[in-house]
């Protein structure tokens, strides 16, 4: 970046976003800085992109295009590809532009006909097919997924996610924890697919952590959805480790975009434990960062401190989130009995009163489900 211009307006320009005048101001300065790319920190819509581009005589894009591009660049598994390519096919259709009036488009009335489709529309119907094709291998690779997670549920093993704002140190915490191995570099959204591994807690029992996505404010929302499957991983969890960068300029204000996300993905009522992070590089600000948010941890991954304390929080959260109900649950049930043993764990069972009166410890997130069998 060689130069930022800020404005103030009330509401965006229809047409230009900034108004003539400024988008005028705006290519003195890039014609003075030779910029050849112009990125605005909101997302344009095409008409406002197209008239940006003819007044400054440069590339204009948004931060829309900025974020799916560095996706691009660090998607390798099949699936992030995939992703990936959909959330921009989903961005750049209604962003197609026409290719000059030699293609001329065909009219309705006779002797008006010209040669055949223009390209605007045959480059639309491709990236149309396309994105058809992606959105069958995703939801394919979803189903997938989600026997997966079945078989998780299955082992009755509680599950752990990291997130976190993009470079907070979530990779590095999960190798701080698990020995995991995995790569964690400095650098925006590298990591795009979750990785699962098994911890011990002190307690002795066994949890399962995944590593997710780094958000960012104002995540687009092609990404979420063509995500969608991603996060469902934090949907589901029994516990968030929100992981938020002790060194960051604005620490609390990155805390706040990730549970924006977290809200929008619905995510917003799973348990959640805040880990300030980086504690090496900022010792003081992430003590004083951890005072205004009771029950939270400061930890250094990348040096392994405070490790302990983190694991000991985990497990006082997690055994705080499983609640012990005794519900009554018809014979004609058994899908209900086979639910309880999949979503939590039986302590005991008796016939009474026509029905079967089970006591189970459920996660918390998972007694809703079963709202009608509990007694009072």
């Known amino acids: 970046m060689v130069g930022r211009v800020h404005q103030r307006r009330e509401e965006p320009d229809p047409a230009t976003y900034i108004g003539r005048g400024k988008a005028e101001e705006l290519r003195e300065v890039s014609d003075g800085v030779d910029a050849d790319t112009v990125v605005f920190d909101d997302e ?6 197209r008239n940006l581009e003819k007044i400054l005589g440069r590339t ?24 990936v390519e959909l959330a921009q096919l989903r961005y750049r259709l209604p962003r197609l532009r026409g290719r000059g009036t030699a293609l001329s488009q065909q009219a309705g009335r006779i002797g008006t ?11 639309r119907r491709r990236l149309v097919r396309r994105a058809h094709k992606l959105e069958a291998e995703l939801a394919q690779l979803e189903r997938r997924r989600r026997l997966q997670r079945k078989g998780r549920r299955r082992s009755r093993l509680a599950s752990v996610s990291i997130v976190g704002y993009t470079n907070a140190g979530k990779s590095t915490l999960l190798n701080a924890l698990t020995g995991a191995g995995v790569v964690a570099d400095e650098r925006l959204f590298a990591t795009l697919d979750p990785r699962t591994r ?5 307690g002795g029992e066994p949890v399962l952590v995944s590593d997710t996505v780094g958000f960012v404010r104002k995540l687009p929302h092609q990404l979420v959805e063509a995500f969608h499957s991603t996060l469902e ?6 516990l968030l480790l929100h992981v938020v960068d002790s060194a960051a300029p604005e620490p609390e204000a990155q805390l706040d975009a990730v549970r924006s996300v977290l809200a929008e993905i619905g995510a917003s009522n799973v348990p959640e434990l805040v880990v300030f992070n980086k504690a090496d590089l900022a010792p003081g600000k992430a003590l004083e960062l951890s005072q205004g948010y009771p029950g939270s941890v400061v930890v250094s ?3 392994g401190q405070g490790m302990a304390e983190l694991l000991g929080a985990m497990a006082e959260r997690l055994r705080r989130a499983n609640r012990v109900v005794e519900l009554s649950v018809p014979y004609d049930r058994g899908d209900v009995l086979a639910a309880l043993h999949r979503e939590g764990e039986v302590l005991s069972s008796e016939q009474a009163d026509g029905a079967t009166v089970v006591r189970a410890t459920l996660p918390a997130s998972a007694v809703s489900r079963f709202e009608p069998y509990l007694r009072r």
């Open 44 to 49: 344009l819509s095409p008409a406002q992109s």
């Open 301 to 303: 991954a990348a040096r």
């Open 113 to 123: 006909r010209g040669p055949g489709e223009t390209q605007l529309e045959v480059d």
């Open 60 to 83: 204009a894009i948004d931060r829309t295009a900025v974020i799916l591009d560095i996706f691009a660049q660090n998607a390798t598994t099949e699936e992030g590809k995939a992703q």
């Open 198 to 202: 098994r911890l011990g807690l002190p």
């Open 233 to 238: 991983v934090v949907d589901e969890a029994d």
